[in-house]
């Protein structure tokens, strides 16, 4: 089975910035939906943004439309999540996720990456 790894988490100010990137390791052997979830604790994993195989069709979160965008690579098994205006309720484990699917709940997505921590301070 191919591996996510995910990169870009770190540390930002309320209203900052941030870049998320995951990047598929080994053979796909087709198309995956791709998605962006987290965990922050005590809390239930969460979609945060997901984008079909083809790029053309996304699901947010409410708590980040307008403020987060999911991206993918011209079709291929790239992820990336720009996010801005941060809170300090978006602290997390940000895990990469992908799928034959698209759907929004965790147990769906299949390939899962280690996560990475984003932290915003106030």
């Known amino acids: 089975q191919f591996q996510l790894v995910e990169s870009g988490g770190g540390l930002a100010q309320a209203g900052g910035s941030l870049r998320l990137s995951c990047v598929v390791s080994?053979?796909?052997?087709?198309?995956?939906?791709m998605a962006w979830f987290r965990q922050a604790p005590g809390k239930e994993r969460e979609l945060v943004a997901a984008?079909?195989?083809?790029?053309?069709?996304?699901l947010y979160s409410d708590s980040v439309k307008d403020r987060f965008a999911i991206s993918r690579d011209d079709g291929v098994h790239r992820a990336h999540l720009q996010m801005t205006s941060l809170k300090p309720e978006d602290t997390a484990v940000y895990y990469c996720?992908?799928?034959?699917?698209?759907?929004?709940?965790?147990?769906?997505?299949?390939?899962w990456g280690q996560g990475t921590q984003v932290t915003v301070s106030s």
């Open positions: 984008v079909n195989w083809n790029g053309d069709e996304t």
């Open positions: 996720a992908a799928s034959r699917s698209f759907m929004r709940f965790p147990n769906t997505w299949t390939v």
């Open positions: 080994g053979p796909t052997y087709g198309t995956y939906s």
